[in-house]
């Protein structure tokens, strides 16, 4: 079947869609974006994300024309047209097409494209642990903002492979703050620690569906900033993240976390997870 | 006259330029450029604007399968088909098209889309001077290199505009960087003083000229940083940049910048730098 895109406000064969090269998301990264996660041919979490993306928007001062609504209809569309049970929703918005200046185009209008992906459920490494590395963040400070400006995300990922891991764990002077594109939690003595949402993360909606679960289950959490050798000395470690779900982290630069297997409140939560999505 | 692109290694007529929506500048800003002035049909410092496209290949490991000579043959090229005189070259290269993913895409080959636009010098403002505000520079810690991650600078030019200032000048815990798309230099004592070239600023091509102008006419400078408070008390500013060349600044914030006009060391190496382009 030929993937069908939303684009421009239109559904269309995705041979069709053709971006101009005066885009400001292809000359200045100058949009957002959204992944959402489609389990059972539903959007998981959709009021969530769309909630982030009005915040994005509103921190980049773009208009949002279709209003939420609109959005969302047009992303139930999309899955339906698709015929999508169990993947992703991609959806980014851009400032729109103009002659390239810095300053905000008087006249544009924000271009939005949406495509679908089968993804399974990442089952080995949820079962098994990933090892990652760390690394600086030298990102800017506003990565509370889901933007299309991701080299340094991009580039700390492909160092983590390049070293022979599966992510990148970035640290601002040893405070950790999250990974190339998921959030860091660690349980040390039966609490959960995540560092806080302010400007210097991602909000992630998962990392808030955890802290829910979390609650629920009544195990122990704090929303604190937690350092590098916290981490280390950490019982159990794992990321959160739309794709990733629950993650557990076996390994930091080489080293066990813990016994090196996921560990009880990781597996707890990881079920408590798979509950919440109808697994 | 229709505007002639070269993209994808050909010359083709604007209209048919269309880019793939899974082209890695469009989802990350996973890309760089430059923009080349042109006067009298000649590419202006062709070798230091090729020599710092290597450094920001460089810095975000993208392969120039072009080499640097075919580059510049292909520019030049471009220049002569839309025979322009005076304006712009715009180039900007990404990772290439693949499906969205962090990683590096092994099979894709780099993507390079480049066009010329006519541009007159800005001569009211070099003339007449510029008021600039002041903004935190709130960007990644690889300021050196000349991404498609534009986004910071963006939302600073949009400010200065939206406080009826012509651009923001940037400072990190009040050291003064650069401004949102040059660099800001000021004179202080019969003394040129700018940031020195390290991670974050962009190393200005037009920077590294008027330093070069400045010791041939025998004016001290300093490659130190200096801070708000410095600026705000300097004798002279100005900016240097590829499109403003050297454009005073005369006030900052609302406060006239000395004597609120352009001052003698200004004027005398905007008069070095129109000689030295052929005026």
Same mark, same amino acid.
């Given at each position: 079947?030929?993937?069908?895109?939303? #684009?421009?406000?239109?559904?269309?064969?995705?041979?069709?869609?053709?971006?101009?090269?005066?885009?400001?998301?292809?000359?200045?990264?100058?949009?957002?974006?959204?992944? &959402?996660?489609? #389990?059972?041919?539903?959007?998981?979490?959709?009021?969530?994300?769309?909630?982030?993306?009005?915040?994005?928007?509103?921190?980049?001062?773009?208009?949002?024309?279709?209003?939420?609504?609109?959005?969302?209809?047009?992303?139930?569309?999309?899955?339906?047209?698709?015929?999508?049970?169990?993947?992703?929703?991609?959806?980014?918005?851009?400032?729109?097409? /103009?002659?390239?200046?810095?300053? &905000?185009?008087?006249?544009?209008?924000?271009?939005?494209?949406?495509?679908?992906?089968?993804?399974?459920?990442?089952?080995?490494?949820? %079962?098994?642990?990933?090892?990652?590395?760390?690394?600086?963040?030298?990102?800017?400070?506003?990565?509370?903002?889901?933007?299309?400006?991701?080299?340094?995300?991009?580039?700390?990922?492909?160092?983590?492979?390049?070293?022979?891991?599966?992510?990148?764990?970035?640290h601002r002077g040893g405070i950790?703050?999250?990974?190339?594109?998921?959030?860091?939690?660690?349980?040390?003595? $039966?609490?959960?620690?995540?560092?806080?949402?302010?400007?210097?993360?991602?909000?992630?909606?998962?990392?808030?569906?955890?802290?829910?679960?979390?609650?629920?289950? %009544?195990?122990?959490?704090? %929303?604190?900033? &937690?350092?590098?050798?916290?981490? #280390?000395?950490?019982? %159990?470690?794992?990321?959160?993240?739309?794709?990733?779900?629950?993650?557990?982290?076996?390994?930091?630069?080489?080293?066990?976390?813990?016994?090196?297997?996921?560990?009880?409140?990781?597996?707890?939560?990881?079920?408590? &997870?798979?509950? /919440?999505? $109808?697994?």
């Open positions: 079947m030929t993937s069908i895109y939303w #684009y421009d406000n239109a559904f269309l064969p995705e041979e069709e869609v053709r971006i101009s090269p005066h885009d400001r998301g292809y000359n200045f990264g100058d949009g957002i974006y959204e992944v &959402f996660r489609v #389990y059972g041919g539903n959007l998981f979490e959709a009021e969530a994300h769309f909630e982030r993306l009005r915040l994005s928007a509103a921190g980049l001062k773009l208009a949002l024309p279709w209003g939420l609504d609109g959005l969302r209809a047009a992303m139930i569309e999309l899955v339906e047209r698709n015929e999508l049970k169990e993947g992703i929703v991609y959806l980014q918005i851009t400032r729109g097409t /103009a002659p390239r200046n810095h300053l &905000f185009p008087a006249g544009a209008a924000p271009v939005a494209l949406a495509y679908t992906r089968e993804v399974a459920r990442p089952v080995q490494a949820m %079962e098994q642990g990933i090892p990652v590395v760390t690394l600086e963040d030298i990102r800017w400070l506003h990565c509370n903002y889901k933007t299309l400006n991701l080299l340094a995300n991009v580039l700390a990922k492909q160092e983590a492979a390049d070293r022979g891991a599966a992510d990148a764990v970035l950790v703050t999250e990974s190339s594109a998921s959030n860091v939690m660690i349980v040390k003595d $039966g609490v959960l620690l995540t560092h806080p949402p302010d400007n210097l993360i991602l909000h992630g909606i998962t990392r808030a569906v955890t802290l829910r679960l979390a609650r629920v289950a %009544e195990i122990p959490s704090d %929303e604190r900033p &937690f350092t590098l050798d916290e981490l #280390y000395a950490a019982d %159990e470690a794992f990321v959160t993240g739309t794709t990733v779900e629950i993650t557990p982290i076996v390994a930091v630069d080489g080293r066990k976390v813990g016994s090196g297997e996921p560990g009880p409140i990781t597996l707890r939560l990881q079920r408590e &997870f798979a509950a /919440a999505i $109808g697994r």
